[in-house]
């Protein structure tokens, strides 16, 4: 189940050692791993999420809709998954995905707090997001961390828009991604990633176009050493 304690431990069980995963806020400021604005498609809660303290999200089943096998799964919040991380040695990155109107805030929140949870880390967490404003607040609260944009839509400013907000790295969906663009990101100085990958061919195609990396909810279906070389 996605953005769960038990999804890590499942990729790390298929040699996987960097993750990725949503982060918004509670009602009441903790930072946790959802996806969704609202609980209903992930979790057995209803409403939307940020408008609801920890003390009631932690309570909410987010495993039992995927299999019985997972029912009882909690939400995880991003310390719990920083302890598991740093204990294994696994890297992450760490999407900020704001409840609507809390894009600069939750961007520094995020960041603040995973600045303070990864300072003796060897690697820092990447961190990305739709948001330009959640980058902005990010960059302004914790602007040793690395950052990421994110977009579903090549726009000609894409690259500049990255750069200008001090980003590292630019995370396109797949399809998004051709050889000149992937030339054009480099030059500029970024790392070159694509979301999310389920196939094979789809990820042999974007790795010999000469990307850097891609995201997948597969595990299951390639190897972390993949490099679209067999394909």
């Not at 189940?1 to 298929?14: D, K, Q, V, W, Y």
């Amino acid at each position: 189940p996605e953005n769960t304690l038990a999804a890590f431990r499942l990729g790390a069980s298929h040699g996987y050692r960097m993750f990725e995963c949503d982060a918004k806020l509670s009602a009441d400021g903790v930072v946790f791993l959802l996806h969704d604005a609202t609980l209903e498609r992930t979790t057995n809660g209803h409403g939307t999420a940020g408008e609801q303290p920890w003390q009631q999200l932690s309570l909410l089943d987010a495993g039992g809709w995927l299999s019985r096998s997972y029912a009882g799964e909690p939400l995880a919040t991003l310390s719990g998954l920083s302890r598991y991380c740093l204990a294994n040695g696994f890297h992450l990155n760490i999407e900020i995905k704001p409840t609507p109107g809390t894009e600069r805030l939750t961007g520094e929140v995020v960041a603040r707090e995973a600045a303070d949870l990864w300072q003796k880390a060897p690697v820092p967490p990447l961190l990305t997001s739709f948001r330009p404003q959640s980058l902005e607040g990010a960059r302004a609260a914790a602007p040793h961390l690395p950052r990421g944009l994110l977009i579903d839509n090549w726009t000609e400013d894409a690259i500049d828009s990255a750069t200008a907000l001090g980003c590292v790295a630019l995370v396109c969906h797949y399809g998004l991604w051709d050889a000149p663009r992937v030339a054009h990101a480099h030059a500029a100085g970024l790392r070159t990633l694509s979301y999310t990958v389920n196939d094979a061919s789809v990820a042999a195609h974007v790795l010999n176009l000469g990307t850097d990396g891609v995201i997948t909810d597969r595990v299951d279906l390639f190897a972390p050493g993949f490099n679209g070389a067999t394909s």
